[in-house]
């Protein structure tokens, strides 16, 4: 897929994940700027969506096989607001630890795709 996209999808997600457990470290719930943030990570992970059904149109063929990399995108694209959600129901710190705990599972759903896509050569 494209290289750039992946690297930033994986940093913006390590970056909430920071953010949001110094949250939880500090006792803090989910904020606004919190749910900002999680809005721009699903933004990215969208394009990323986008990019790559339009790569499967195209014809090119992921190295690990199509419905596995179909999977983890549809993965990636809920991982983030799956832990929102979830924070909305949990109001105390523990909300901001499953945000940090869903940025974390984004960026290894990142590195698995790129592992899928034929990035990483054994």
């Known amino acids: 897929m494209l ?17 949001c457990g110094f949250a939880a470290f500090r006792d803090q719930s ?3 700027w919190h749910f900002i943030g999680m809005a721009i990570v699903s933004l990215l992970v969208l394009v990323q969506l986008v990019v790559g059904v339009v790569k499967l ?8 096989g199509t419905v596995i990399f179909v999977a983890y995108l549809l993965g990636a694209v809920c991982a983030i ?4 959600f ?7 710190r523990w909300g901001s ?4 705990a869903g940025g974390i599972i984004l960026a290894v759903l990142e590195v698995r795709l790129y592992d899928i896509w034929g990035g990483i050569s054994a």
Do not use: F, N, Q, Y
């Open 3 to 19: 290289d750039a996209l992946t690297i930033a999808v994986s940093a913006t997600a390590l970056l909430l994940a920071a953010w």
């Open 30 to 32: 989910t904020k606004d």
């Open 57 to 64: 149109s195209r014809g090119e063929k992921p190295h690990d």
């Open 81 to 84: 607001p799956a832990a929102g």
């Open 86 to 92: 979830m924070s909305l129901t949990e109001r105390t």
């Open 97 to 100: 630890a499953i945000v940090a």
